[in-house]
């Protein structure tokens, strides 16, 4: 049976905030200047190797300007483009808890300014978190709707490994867990087609990660974006990635494994055409929701439909749907 949570056949961010809020809730993306430790050497130097940041930072958030001019200006643009009345600040570029605490605090506080604010996400690493940031979450979620996103990228070590993230996967769970205990928000982010990752190693992530305490997922097909070291290896040597059919067919695969209760902020990546090499579907985001949308419809299927049986048996079940 079809559960209620939506017509969509899966949880809806935008459908959360607008339950939560009673209006159009908007995100506006910061740059803060921050760094990653596996780029400055503390754990590993050249960052991940698929991540050139420009290739998902809004050209207006580049731009070396003081936070509260950062903020007056989206929010302008916004409430015109878009008539949304309020708004979360988002924390986006590099890893925005890697600094001391006080600093971050001074931070987080300019950002938060603006009387039309109602919320703060902060795009992190788990390997950037401790007692002291989650205290300062913690008070922050008094007053304001407090987020703290986590790149799990993958639930494989061999991957993470790969793709030099600097951390196992035990450090993602241990990071979930600890931010969830303060009563916080978590949100994951997800990146799946990494070459050495099998369909089914992919299908497994859902898996893994339903075992999270996590409220919101982003999910990203894998981008090959200029000036990234996966880049040169792709142009050496080209490795499969999803074309529009095939990540259209494989989203409903993915979310049917997933906790029914997660809500799921993003079904498809992106990156900016001057800095895409591949895969170029050449589809409006539009299209490539209202595509997945029909074939949940046409699968009647739904998020959550396999969630909680055995690997085996959604192996099964998958095998006989894509024989019958």
């Known amino acids: 049976m079809l559960p209620t949570f939506s017509k969509l056949r899966y949880n809806s961010y935008g459908n959360f905030l607008r339950e939560k809020f009673g209006t159009r809730v908007h995100k506006i993306s910061l740059h803060a200047g921050f760094t990653c430790p596996n780029r400055d050497g503390t754990v590993a130097v050249g960052g991940c190797t698929y991540c050139n940041i420009d290739s998902f930072t809004p050209r207006a958030a580049r731009a ?124 994951g982010h997800v990146i799946l ?23 919101f997922l982003k999910i990203h097909n894998l981008h090959i974006v200029r000036h990234t070291e996966m880049a040169r290896t792709y142009l050496e040597k080209p490795f499969h990635l999803f074309s529009f059919e095939e990540w259209v067919q494989f989203v409903p695969r993915l979310l049917e494994r997933l906790h029914p209760h997660f809500i799921i902020e993003r079904l498809y990546g992106g990156a900016p055409r001057d800095l895409l090499i591949a895969p170029n579907w050449r589809k409006t985001g539009a299209e490539i929701i209202h595509a997945i949308q029909q074939e949940l419809k046409n699968r009647n299927t739904y998020q959550g439909r396999l969630y909680g049986r055995s690997q085996k048996e959604n192996r099964q079940e998958t095998s006989a749907a894509v024989n019958h």
């Not at 893994?208 to 996590?214: D, T, W």
């Open 64 to 187: 070396k300007v003081p936070l509260r001019e950062q903020v007056q200006t989206a929010i302008a643009y916004l409430k015109k483009r878009f008539r949304a009345n309020a708004f979360i600040v988002y924390f986006q570029p590099y890893s925005n808890t890697y600094a001391p605490v006080e600093y971050l605090a001074q931070l987080y506080a300019e950002a938060l300014g603006h009387p039309e604010i109602v919320g703060i996400s902060v795009g992190t690493r788990p390997d950037c978190i401790d007692d002291a940031k989650l205290d300062l979450f913690e008070q922050l979620s008094r007053d304001y709707f407090v987020t703290v996103e986590y790149g799990i990228e993958s639930v494989h070590d061999k991957t993470l490994r790969l793709i030099n993230r600097g951390h196992d996967y035990a450090c993602t769970v241990r990071a979930f867990q600890q931010t969830a205990a303060r009563g916080l928000y978590v949100c």
């Open 193 to 215: 087609g990494f070459p050495n990752e099998s369909a089914e190693q992919m299908l497994t992530t859902a898996e893994e990660i339903s075992k999270l305490p996590l409220h």
